[in-house]
């Protein structure tokens, strides 16, 4: 006989991350980004750095700034549309707006050597990680 470990809010866990899969992939189904733009990103990280990537179509590099305070990683914004009254619209779908993100980045990267780059309305990020050297031989004095 097999014994299976009760484990009553595992399926409310997987039920609430589909939920939010489908208002992150289709924002006009949920309020708070109906009518707001909300840039999608990408996270990676690798031995020596984190790389963050967002899609920021129809953005000016002017337009957005990059923070970091306290660990936290803010890229934030505007997507501008065109003055009112300079285009009769017979419908329009896209979102404009100010825009932030935030997000919580691992205490051993180095602040210093962050770079970031803006192409073709995507904004790539770089975060060094703080690579600490380790002496292979060390004498130690015996007191």
Known sequence: MTVIK??????????????????????AAGTEYASTFHPKIDITESEKSISIEAELPGVKKEDVKLQIEDNILTISGEKKNAPSGEKNYFRSERCFGNFSRRFTIPADVDIQSVSAEFTDGILNINIEKRIEKHAKERTIEIK
Do not use: N
């Open 6 to 27: 009760f484990e009553p809010f595992k399926d409310l866990e997987s039920l609430s991350s589909k939920m939010q899969k489908f208002f992150d992939d289709y924002p």
